[in-house]
Nanobody
Framework: QVQLVESGGGLVQAGGSLRLSCSASGSYASLNTMGWYRQAPGKQRTLVATITSSGSTNYADSVKGRFTISRDNAKNTVYLQMNSLKPEDTAVYYC????????????WGQGSLVTVSS
């Protein structure tokens, strides 16, 4: 069974930084695109950033220039470095991965709460 396990959320003051990590465990043939999404209270889940297996990235306009997504394929891990955090970045952040086993799966992590105080 393939799982995504997140770490790194927490409370930070506006202007501060946090780094989220998400590691895949279990048996699978490949990890394709991985990404981060977030869901603020009372709002829908939205895309933050994605990264392909070859390293191509895509960002939501609201985080461009402040957040950086990266991955370590040897560790099956994706990261989200968040700098210059704003109160409006407060949300539960979810890792997502496209995983190929005997079939194609889209998996989600358990979610990490990021709270930015003003």
């Amino acid at each position: 069974q393939v799982q995504l396990v997140e770490s790194g959320g927490g409370l930070v003051q506006a202007g501060g930084s946090l780094r989220l990590s998400c590691s895949a465990s279990g048996s699978y043939a490949s990890l394709n695109t991985m990404g981060w999404y977030r869901q603020a209270p009372g709002k829908q889940r939205t895309l933050v950033a994605t990264i392909t297996s070859s390293g191509s990235t895509n960002y939501a306009d609201s985080v461009k220039g402040r957040f950086t997504i990266s991955r370590d394929n040897a560790k099956n891990t994706v990261y989200l470095q968040m700098n210059s955090l704003k109160p409006e970045d407060t949300a539960v952040y979810y890792c997502q991965a496209q995983v190929v086993t005997t079939r194609y799966l889209e998996l989600w992590g358990q979610g990490s709460l990021v709270t930015v105080s003003s």
